[in-house]
């Protein structure tokens, strides 16, 4: 699976738009973008995940740029409760072997 | 709530001595995975069982194994603890139909403090 590159932290203020950035340059054609997140010691939750196109769901938007090298999470108007650790994951094979956690992005929501 | 749970919630033993982390699925996934998450090592895939079979193996250690049985649920076996296994053990689940559809509903977690 390719590696990803994540800010070890950011900030953003509640309300606002978090804006969480991914870089994974070594990507290849069929490898999938996740995104989970993890909020103080609970279990990883699934957020989002793409291939080429740009998705949306109830949680977040997924912006994958056009040569696939990196992404951008989109938490559209954070509150206190997206504090977390975000993960971005690519995975290979499939998919269907077990995920490979980096160091994540530690988001911090400001009130 | 993902739908997946965790047996116990919290354990506390001894070195040396075995436990059994047992894990239910979301209804009708047949995957599960197991991840070992410790303050040093952070969050480590140790195995994954596909309808009963072993599938994938990650940093798993030979004093632990794991199994799924028919009804799904999976248990992940520890023995010959050291204190160095102190972690939160989570169990994930998914449908695994084919590369876009992936997506791991994880659980609660079992924290073991190995003492």
């Known amino acids: 699976d390719a590696k990803t590159t994540q800010p070890p932290s950011m900030d953003c203020a509640e309300g606002r738009a978090a804006n969480l950035p991914c870089n994974h340059s070594?990507?290849?054609?069929?490898?999938?973008v996740y995104w989970y997140r993890q909020i103080h010691s609970q279990g990883p939750q699934y957020i989002i995940h793409?291939?080429?196109n740009n998705e949306t769901n109830e949680m977040a938007s997924l912006i994958i740029t056009e040569d696939r090298k990196s992404s951008t999470l989109i938490l559209p108007h954070a509150t206190l409760r997206d504090t977390a650790v975000y993960y971005c994951?690519?995975?290979?094979?499939?998919?269907?072997?077990?995920?490979?956690f980096g160091k994540g992005t530690h988001l911090i929501i400001q009130p | 709530d993902s739908g997946v749970t965790q047996t116990p919630k919290h354990l506390i033993t001894a070195t040396g001595q075995r436990v059994t982390l047992r894990c239910s699925p979301r209804?009708?996934?047949?995957?599960v995975y197991w991840y070992q998450q410790s303050l040093d090592q952070g969050l480590q895939f140790l195995i994954q069982?596909?309808?009963?079979?072993?599938?994938a193996k990650g940093n798993i250690l030979e004093r632990f194994s794991a199994q799924q049985f028919p009804d799904l649920h999976s248990e992940l076996n520890l023995s010959s603890l050291e204190l160095g296994d102190s972690a939160l053990y989570f169990c994930?689940?998914?449908?695994?139909?084919?590369?876009?559809?992936?997506?791991?509903?994880f659980g609660p977690g079992t924290r073991l403090t190995v003492l």
């Open positions: 994930a689940s998914s449908e695994d139909r084919g590369p876009a559809y992936n997506e791991q509903f």
């Open positions: 070594t990507i290849s054609g069929n490898e999938y």
């Open positions: 793409g291939l080429k």
């Open positions: 994951i690519v995975r290979g094979r499939g998919g269907a072997d077990g995920l490979t």
């Open positions: 209804s009708g996934d047949l995957s």
């Open positions: 069982y596909y309808n009963g079979e072993e599938r």
